[in-house]
Antibody, heavy 118, light 107 residues
Framework: QVQLQESGPGLVKPSETLSLTCTVS????????WSWIRQPAGKGLEWIGR???????NYNPSLKSRVTMSVDTSKNVFSLNLSSLTAADTAVYYC????????????WGQGTLVTVSS | DIQMTQSPSSLSASVGDRVTITCRAS??????LIWYQQKPGKVPKLLIY???SLQSGVPSRFSGSGSGTDFTLTISSLQVEDFATYYC?????????FGQGTRVEIK
């Protein structure tokens, strides 16, 4: 069973850049697309974007100017950078695999809470 | 972007009730519709993909239907462990978009 684990700072200052990494337990990172999703407290799910093994990306237009994703298949990790943070970026950030057959998010990390505050 | 609209936003039901949640897409998405269940403080769990395919390990009381723009998630006999928030999501195009969620509460 594939396992995903997010890592990164829990507290980031306004205007700074958030950097999160997701470690995938096996070499399935060489297949599929890999996604980031976030969820502010008490609110719904927001898709941030996805990246393929080759580094091809799709971003949410609402965040596109601030988002960068990368992948390192040799280390089984993919990463999210989100710049120019404000309090509105405070949320639980999840990484997830976009699986086969209609592309559901079938495996998720446990999520990491990121708070933007000075 | 494709907008996903769920209804109702919340509902109260009793154990044993049949529950139906609706999800409407702003344009046709064929059967690229996914349902997730999320309990408080927990990670979303995949229930149904391709509009009607049950994810492995998910109880058969959950079912999905629909195509095009209109979809439903049905719980045939609500159990205690089913009280949660349910989200639909389209995987037809990027950006992927979610419905706003439907909270299923105990009556």
């Amino acid at each position: 069973q594939v396992q995903l684990q997010e890592s990164g700072p829990g507290l980031v200052k306004p205007s700074e850049t958030l950097s999160l990494t997701c470690t995938v337990s096996d070499d399935s990172i060489s297949s599929y697309f890999w996604s980031w999703i976030r969820q502010p407290a008490g609110k719904g799910l927001e898709w941030i974007g996805r990246i393929s093994k080759s580094g091809s990306t799709n971003y949410n237009p609402s965040l596109k100017s601030r988002v960068t994703m990368s992948v390192d298949t040799s280390k089984n990790v993919f990463s999210l950078n989100l710049s120019s943070l404000t309090a509105a970026d405070t949320a639980v950030y999840y990484c997830a695999r976009e699986g086969p057959s209609s592309r559901p998010l079938d495996y998720w990390g446990q999520g990491t809470l990121v708070t933007v505050s000075s | 972007d494709i907008q996903m609209t769920q209804s109702p936003s919340s509902l109260s039901a009793s154990v044993g009730d049949r529950v139906t949640i609706t999800c409407r897409a702003s344009q046709s998405i064929s059967t690229y519709l996914i349902w997730y269940q999320q309990k408080p403080g927990k990670v979303p769990k995949l229930l149904i993909y391709a509009a009607s395919s049950l994810q492995s390990g998910v109880p058969s009381r959950f079912s999905g239907s629909g195509s095009g723009t209109d979809f439903t998630l049905t719980i045939s006999s609500l159990q205690v462990e089913d009280f949660a928030t349910y989200y639909c999501q389209q995987s037809y195009s990027t950006p992927r978009t979610f419905g706003q969620g439907t909270r299923v509460e105990i009556k």
